[in-house]
């Protein structure tokens, strides 16, 4: 996986959009001040890449720009000779997207979720996310870890990264393909084990067997068929037989009925004659039956028209009495707006109260004095209201003149405390500013002094090693003799070396390991020192001030106060600014309602004047107005007798309704008369005609069968039409009988010439021959039976047969292709053949790292493996120490070694790129030096080598700088 150009947006410090060409670099550097961004541009390709970020984790929304709603990172990278950009955002929502591009455009591939995303990803790139980090992505401190970590999980990442998973993988579809083959191979077993006894010569017993059955069968059908052609003539002779002696019964039946059938005949005539006669009898009494319902009717109608003139008279109706009630409830009706005109006044008493009007004139009267009060009143209130708004206007402003003396008093006073506070601030910067340059200087002090000691030591040790070595041959001298070969060399002894005096080797090794410790105790102090040094000056820089003398705490203390002081006093002018509003607001509001009430005074004393006359002139009117109420009821009281108008009224509308009820009875009544008397006329008219019909009706029935008779011998329609039908169908069945008879007699001569035998013997012969077709029709079935059982038992011979030779072969195949995927799983377990590999592959790796150690240390570190754990060989100490025990310059170039040597490794695979973001500011200045050539002489291959670093003097021995800049918009990243 290559990089070719990345894009990001609201991600960490890069407010607006930023892009980042890679496709025409391979070794660069990224460079620029602290917290701009540089790490951030690799956060930015793991997040495209796997959604996370190694600083944060999946916590990816603390990474956006606080001025942006979202992130926003595009990758276009290259795997395998194919181009794909993914594309991510997190914000408010999250998605991700991925396109493959192509020389014709590109496509988006169709991942519906963001775990689909990831997988996908994973899957091209070949490696996990821990992996990436280990490998092409390597942020400050994880190659450190990757060196000092667990060597199960540095196992674990190298499998990944060498692709060895794989082989992983192929052992594990060996085992189950083997495990599956081991299944098929014991079901096949038992099927066969089900099969032993199925063989050819059962098969051949079978089909004789069945040849047998096949002739005996062909037998028993044959003379089944001569059964059959027997028993089909006798049925037929037996059916004849049977149809001759029915038709001669049904024969003598038909000539028994011929007397009886002249009968029915007979009473057929009777019916016919009693159908005419019997409808002018009925016609006859149903006239007779109205005539005298008729009668009964007038009897009722008369009775009715004498009972409506009695209840007539005894109401006693007079139309003049409700005319002269629903005239005085008229004018009743009058009072009514009257009493409500009083109502509005409600004086019953006055002392000169207006009596004698007409209801007329108080109407008028107190209507127009209601008027004239109620203009009266609003002018009242106009003008009162006037006199107040002008006194509330008044206080009003007032107190908005006093709340602006206030506002511009806490003006005054914030802008002194505001100066207060930023001369506070600027001294407790220069506080901090010249704590800082006394506390470099210290340091500086410190980093010399160690610096000096660190030399004496060395140059100590140098010393001692070089004693150390000399010493080293006499450790052998009591071994040699003088003529004889040397243990070590084999060469002839010719004198013995001579004996020095001073130190023996051991208190050498024991001085040279004490002081051994101290430079290493030396080298820690003096890398914390230039650490906290450059901290120290990196917040001296930010701070941005000259130092000036003074006490920080107490000068924090003052400017917390002025700060407490300042809040306070803009929580105050806020609050005495809302309340200046309000009162110019409600000053505006009062300003204008005085101008349009004041409207036709040029003064206020005007107003006033006028306000005092308007007050006299509706007292005056409601004088009068009282006193028309008071004449106005008098009227009232006297016109309804001292009752109230609405009773009056009440008691009027009852009369009328009464009077009107009475009304409507005595017109229901004569309506009800008159309706009488022309159902009365209409009933004689009836009467008459009715008379007539009877007599010409009774002149009909004249010399007709008597009434009595037809009755009895009426028969309904049916059973007249039913009798007519019985004598037809008799006639017609004689006849047919008859013809058929004949037909039957003229077969029987034809069919079996001679005399017919009797229908008992026939019917014995068929009985003799039925059970013998029935003996030879079970006899076949049972045959049949049995041959289709041993044809169903020769089939399933056959099959098995088939079956067992299949299984026999199939079972040969799978023993050998089980013994095939046996021996490759055998092969591929991990202790064998990945095992082997990776141990390859890591023994490549180690010598490789040993190499760079070597030179990045200036020959005194090499680095081992043993047992999947790193190691160090100091040649100084000749001492083999692990990593852990490390120091932070150690583990440095120790991580730097194998982060190049892993590299280098997979860029001949996969890998395309490779960015570096580690400590190389806590490196001095020679090891820097063996640090920027063995960049320099890094073989890229085509690959994208990035190095991150604050360090000037590398980034310059590189062939090419990605710069970033701080910006108050965002950051800026361009190529220098």
Known sequence: MRPLRLELEGFGPYRERQGVDFSDVELFAITGPTGSGKSTLLDAMAFALYGVVPRVGRNVGSLVHPGASEARVRLTFQVGGRVYRVERVRGKRSEGRLFELGPVGERLLPLETLDALNRALEELLGLTYEAFTRALLLPQGEFDRFLKGEAKERRRILLDLFELTRLERVREKAASRKAALMEE????????????????????????????????IARLQNEKRRLEEAVLELKGLQALLLRKGELEGRLGRLRAEASRMAEVEERLKKALEAEAALPLWQDLRRKEEALAATAQELQRVRARLAQLEGDRRALAFDPEALKEA????????????????????????????????????????????????ALLADRERELSRLVEEQGRLREKEEALNRV????????????????????????????????????????????????????????????????????????????????????????????????VEGPGASDLRKRREVGEKALRELLTRLGAVAEEERAKREALETLGVEPIPGDPKELEGKLQEAQVRLQELREKYREKQGEARALEEEVKRLSQEKER?????????????????????????????EALAAGLYRLLWERTGGRPVPEYIGALSRRVEELEKKEKQDRDLARAWEEASRTLAGLLAQEEEQRKALEEVKGRVVGLMPEEEAKALYLPPKEREALAERIRAHREELAQVEALLEEVEREARARFPGSLPPLAEVEARLRREEERLSEIQGSLEARMGERAVLEERL????????????????????????????KLAFDLQQNNFPAYLLGLRQRNLVERADELMATLSAGRYRLRSKEDEYQVLDLWTEAVRPVRTLSGGESFLASLSLALALSEELSRGRLGALFLDEGFGTLDPETLEVVAGVLEALPTRGRLVGIVTHVETLAERLPARLVVRKHPSGSRVEWA
């Open 185 to 216: 191979k014991g079901r096949l077993e038992g099927e066969l084990a089900g099969l032993l006894g199925v063989s050819l010569e059962a098969k051949e017993n079978l089909e004789r067997a069945l040849a047998d059955l096949t002739r005996e």
């Open 404 to 499: 602006r003396e206030a506002l511009k008093a806490l003006v005054e006073e914030g802008g002194q405390t505001r100066a207060q506070v930023e001369a506070l601030e600027k001294a407790l910067r220069g506080a901090e500013a010249h704590r800082l340059r006394q506390e470099l200087e210290e340091l500086r002090r410190r980093r010399e002094f160690l610096e000096e000691e660190k030399k004496r030591l060395e140059a100590e040790l140098a010393q001692l090693a070089k004693e150390e070595r000399r010493l080293g041959l006499l450790a052998y001298r009591d071994l040699l003799q003088p003529g004889e070969p040397c243990p070590l060399c084999g060469g002839v002894v010719h004198h013995l070396p001579p004996l």
């Open 326 to 373: 629903q005239r005085a409830l008229l004018q009743a009706e009058g009072l009514r707006a009257l009493e409500a005109l009083w109502r509005r006044v409600g004086v019953k008493e006055h002392l000169a109260p207006r009596l004698g009007l007409a209801p007329e004139a108080y109407a008028g009267a107190l209507e127009s004095l209601l008027q004239e009060e």
């Open 597 to 625: 009430l004041r409207q036709g005074f040029s003064r206020l004393e005007e107003a006033e004047v006028a306000w005092e006359e308007t007050r006299e002139a509706l007292a005056s009117l409601r004088w009068e107005k």
């Open 795 to 822: 089939k399933e011979v056959g099959e098995k047969l088939h079956r067992r030779r299949e299984l026999e072969a199939r079972l040969a195949e799978v023993v050998r292709e089980m013994g095939l995927w046996e």
